[in-house]
């Protein structure tokens, strides 16, 4: 079946500018997450969401990233007022909750390579 | 807090031998999930390998296979008959067991670039 995909591939942009990053999960798939991977370095975990229940934003490194995730499918990561160290790729992943404290595999999209110049 | 460490920046291999990646990490929680993801160029996570901290028997997946030592807190890795389509990073990652639900975030090392030569 079709994995996560993300868009776009590519984002460039200017400093200062706002912009946003789709996820769109595996169907089925109750819970999203967003990662961020600087140059060199691995992923750091930013939010994720799983069905109604709030969010957990306590990754999100400043006010200026927000997500959202629309009808428990798609989400948005916005980030506004961009700035250069916010260049890296952001990873979107989904993966299914079996509930009772069962983990499932989280399974990642292709990301979107941020660059703002 | 827990901790991931990936000791080993960069592992090369010749084809068809055997290389082992080694992770190790910290935490006090007695219920968790360990992984190792592959990244290619491509930039696609792709997951090789997952092992449930519950289960003494190490976890396999065709050449892949892992040491884990709870003990000793150690997850590594062993490709055998190593492949040049093997040539990617390689993260460790691990998953705090959730409470109410199937889902947690994954931390992560940062990562082994591993390359296997002709």
């Known amino acids: 079946g079709a994995g996560v995909s993300q868009s776009p591939s590519n984002k460039v942009t200017e400093k200062g500018k706002d912009v946003e990053l789709r996820c769109d999960p595996i169907?089925?798939?109750?819970?999203l997450y967003w990662y961020r991977q600087s140059l060199g370095q691995g992923l750091e975990f930013l939010i994720y969401f799983q069905g109604n229940s709030a969010p957990d934003k306590s990754g999100l490194p400043s006010d200026r990233f927000s997500a959202e995730r629309t009808g428990g499918s798609v989400s948005t990561l916005t980030i506004q007022r961009t700035q250069q160290e916010d260049s890296a790729v952001y990873l979107c992943?989904?993966?299914?909750?079996?509930?009772?404290?069962?983990?499932?595999?989280?399974?990642f999209g292709p990301g979107t390579r941020l660059t703002v110049l | 807090a827990q901790t991931v460490t990936q000791s080993q920046p960069e592992m090369s291999v010749q084809e068809a031998e055997t290389v082992t990646l080694s992770c190790t990490y910290d935490?006090?929680?007695?219920?968790?999930?360990l992984f190792w993801y592959k990244q290619p160029p491509s930039r696609q996570m792709i997951l090789v390998i997952r092992?449930?901290?519950?289960?003494?028997q190490n976890a396999t997946e065709n050449r892949f296979s892992v040491n884990f030592q709870k003990a000793a807190k150690s997850f590594s890795l062993k490709i055998s008959d190593s492949q040049l389509g093997d040539t990617a990073m390689y993260f460790c990652?691990?998953?705090?067991?959730?409470?109410?639900?199937?889902?947690?975030?994954?931390?992560f090392g940062a990562g082994t670039r591993l390359a296997v030569h002709p």
């Open positions: 935490t006090s929680e007695n219920n968790y999930y």
């Open positions: 169907s089925g798939h109750t819970a």
């Open positions: 992943a989904s993966s299914l909750d079996r509930g009772r404290g069962l983990q499932d595999t989280q399974y």
């Open positions: 092992q449930e901290a519950y289960k003494q």
């Open positions: 990652a691990f998953m705090k067991h959730g409470i109410d639900g199937g889902y947690n975030k994954l931390i």
